[in-house]
């Protein structure tokens, strides 16, 4: 009887099985909102997907969680595609995820966000690294595919509004795969080539064709692109990486043209006013001359021209007067100062500056010193003497040859006794030596 029982493993492996079994159950799409989401360390996923009335439990591994481009929350609605099979050691079944998207919002257009915001925190967006198209270029290339109505658009409206610009077309993939390989080889081309504008783009389509214009080296390719470039992708509802990135983006590829090129007709318009208003310039700058000659013939000094030269010789006249009374003047101080000099008594007796050295010669050899030089001898002991005679006077020591002394303390003279202590070693100077002692006893008056 006990082998009809089955044990719990047993039963949850059979269920398993037929879990794994049934094809209806190996591919299976669900949608749902998120809830106990948790993210592993380990790189897996794991939440429940809920509806209003059901709720099942979901693992996502790392080898499929790496292509999730948005960050999984409760609460977020999604889009799951995976397998069904029984979780054996809770005995519960759940899916196996292997794709998970936004439900309403593909894996493209998140790819999308995300890179714009990538490249705009870059600075790949900012107004301060755009070029200014030119408005009379001379050669504009066009990266496009060579067949379609874009390429025929461009050239058509170039050809109709500036039939003068030559345009270079570069056959481009734009759409597939290896579009966005081609797009910037041909943007790097395109800059071997002598262009004033680059037009980019191609027609419309959907989100998957024009997703080449969305590829991060794309928009790289365009930023570093040194010729000013326009996008123009898809239509006016479309907007693209490319748009952003570009120096200028146009809602279609006929906007591109009409803003890579001048209207010729707009063109004769503006040189024909440039034209009106240089001929108003020309006839007042004339008239504006003219005036001022007339202005110049009737002046004072033109009808009167002796005028300005009788003022010139006038002040040529002040001029000489001025210069001949300093000359004159100068000649006549030199004049008197000769006439002083010819007058001194230097000129007139010479001998007498010899006489009036050799009477002071004279007078010198018979002073009263050098007749008797052992007087000034005498005279200068006699003052010696008595400068030596007031100095010993002044000595202090001499006063010790009257029974006077002087004590000392640290070979300091002693002045008061507040300066002396108790058994403190003191030297007295008496005439004819020094007596060593100790202070005893110190008393005050």
Not at 284 to 304: A, E, P
Not at 387 to 398: A, T, V
Request: glycine share 4%; with cysteine.
């Amino acid at each position: 009887m006990k082998d009809k029982y089955l044990t719990v493993s047993a039963i949850t492996r059979y269920l398993k099985s037929r879990f794994d079994l049934d094809e209806n159950l190996q591919t299976v799409f669900l949608k749902g909102e998120i809830s106990n989401f948790k993210a592993h360390t380990s790189g897996h996923f794991y939440f429940s997907l809920k509806d209003e009335n059901s709720k099942i439990n979901a693992v996502m591994f790392r080898s499929q969680t790496k292509n999730v481009l948005f960050k999984p929350k409760d609460g977020m609605k999604v889009l799951l595609t995976g397998r069904i099979s029984l979780y054996e050691a809770m005995g519960s079944y759940q899916i196996y995820v292997d794709e998970m998207i936004e439900d309403g919002v593909g894996n493209l257009y998140l790819a999308f966000e995300q890179l714009k915001e990538k490249l705009s925190k870059e600075g790949l967006f900012d107004e301060s690294h755009k070029q200014k198209i030119p408005k009379v270029p001379k050669k504009v290339g066009i990266i496009t595919a060579p067949t379609g109505a874009a390429i025929r658009d461009i050239i058509t409206t170039i050809k109709r509004r500036f039939n003068v610009c030559e345009t270079i077309l570069f056959p481009t993939l734009v759409q597939g795969e290896n579009a966005k390989e081609d797009i910037v080889k041909n943007i790097k081309k395109a800059q071997e080539y002598d262009l004033d504008v680059l037009i980019i783009g191609r027609g419309g389509g959907s989100i998957e064709d024009l997703w080449p214009f969305n590829e991060e080296i794309v928009a790289r390719a365009i930023y570093e692109c040194k010729i000013p470039t326009i996008s123009a992708v898809g239509h006016e509802i479309d907007f693209t990486i490319s748009d952003f990135v570009a120096d200028l983006r146009a809602p279609t590829p006929t906007a591109a043209a009409e803003l890579a090129v001048p209207n010729m007709a707009d063109l004769k318009s503006k040189l024909n006013g440039y034209l009106i208003r240089l001929n108003e310039g020309i006839y007042k700058k004339i008239n504006y001359n003219k005036l001022y000659l007339d202005s110049v013939k009737n002046s004072f000094v033109i009808k009167n021209p002796m005028v300005m030269y009788e003022n010139k010789r006038q002040n040529l006249d002040l001029l000489s007067e001025k210069i001949n009374s300093l000359v004159t003047n100068s000649l006549k101080n030199h004049r008197d100062k000769i006439t002083l000099i010819k007058k001194s008594y230097i000129f007139y007796s010479p001998d007498m500056i010899y006489k009036k050295y050799r009477d002071k010669i004279d007078s010198i050899k018979s002073s009263y010193v050098l007749s008797n030089p052992m007087i000034l001898y005498k005279d200068k002991k006699s003052e010696i003497k008595n400068i030596i005679e007031k100095l010993e006077l002044l000595n202090p020591l001499n006063i010790l040859n009257r029974g006077y002394s002087i004590s000392y303390l640290d070979e300091k003279v002693i002045k008061s006794i507040k300066k002396v202590k108790k058994n403190d070693n003191i030297s007295i100077r008496v005439s004819d030596g020094i007596i060593k002692t100790k202070a005893v006893e110190v008393e005050d008056k």
